[in-house]
């Protein structure tokens, strides 16, 4: 009888492990995403993101006007998830505008700071890097290209 008892114990441990590593990978999935609404915020090329990074569209599509965006700010795309700064005086840049922190899209462009509003992370119009975390990578630069005042996907 003791032998049960002594083979049960480890069983019993081993599954209460097991539930608890289930439960903290559902717990780190959920925190991955974010359901809060992000609001439009107020060299020409860049490099290419990688898959998923940015929106839907595909090379030569417009995406915007050269005059739209404001020097020193930007425009926050959300239906294609990127973000344009003009951080100098025709300098383009684009990058995803999905904050590497949990994934909500950024919200503004201000003085060259591109700013997350979930958890205000800030990142850099001009290279995408980290400027203030919780965000420690920065945003991935997407490929645009510039034909008079018309933006396009590179």
């Known amino acids: 009888m003791t032998d049960n008892i002594d083979e049960a114990l480890p069983r019993r441990r081993l599954l209460a492990g097991a539930g608890v590593v289930v439960?903290?990978?559902a717990?780190?999935?959920a925190c991955g995403s974010s359901d809060a609404p992000a609001p439009e915020g107020s060299?020409?090329?860049a490099?290419?993101?990688s898959p998923g990074d940015a929106g839907s569209?595909?090379?030569g599509e417009v995406v915007g006007a050269l005059g739209d965006v404001p020097v020193g700010g930007g425009v926050v795309l959300k239906d294609r998830k990127i973000v344009l700064t003009q951080p100098a005086e025709?300098?383009?840049?684009a990058y995803t505008a999905v904050c590497t922190h949990q994934g909500c899209l950024v919200a503004s462009v201000a003085d060259n700071v591109i700013t997350c509003p979930?958890?205000?992370?800030?990142?850099?119009?001009e290279d995408g890097g980290?400027?203030?975390?919780?965000?420690?990578t920065g945003l991935a630069p997407v490929n645009v290209s510039v034909s008079g005042d018309q933006i396009t996907l590179a």
């Open 23 to 25: 439960a903290a990978a």
């Open 27 to 29: 717990v780190t999935a």
């Open 43 to 45: 060299g020409t090329d």
């Open 47 to 49: 490099s290419s993101s």
């Open 57 to 59: 569209g595909s090379a």
């Open 90 to 93: 025709g300098d383009l840049r």
């Open 118 to 125: 979930c958890h205000n992370s800030q990142f850099s119009a």
């Open 130 to 136: 980290v400027i203030q975390g919780p965000a420690v």
